[in-house]
């Protein structure tokens, strides 16, 4: 994992909300952002607050072991 702080806002970037956010009861949570290196990750409650990077395959292996509990 790459712990960043993000050197910008993340507005340059196309986020997307989890498929399990509430946004029709404020219960929001997470949205991911891609780039060809980096995978961005920030909390949906709090746009600009702190986001990290983390690496594609990271991301990808957290997913899968997330899918599983």
């Known amino acids: 994992m790459i712990r960043n702080a993000s050197t910008g806002n993340g507005s340059e970037l ?3 909300k989890s498929s399990y956010s509430d946004s029709s009861n404020g219960h929001d949570c997470v949205e991911v952002a891609t780039t060809p290196h980096t995978v ?11 986001l990290f990077t983390v690496a594609p395959g990271a991301w990808s292996d957290f ?7």
């Open 40 to 50: 961005h990750v920030r909390d949906s409650k709090n746009v600009p607050g702190p």
């Open 14 to 16: 196309t986020w997307f």
């Open 63 to 69: 997913v899968t072991y997330a899918a599983k509990h």
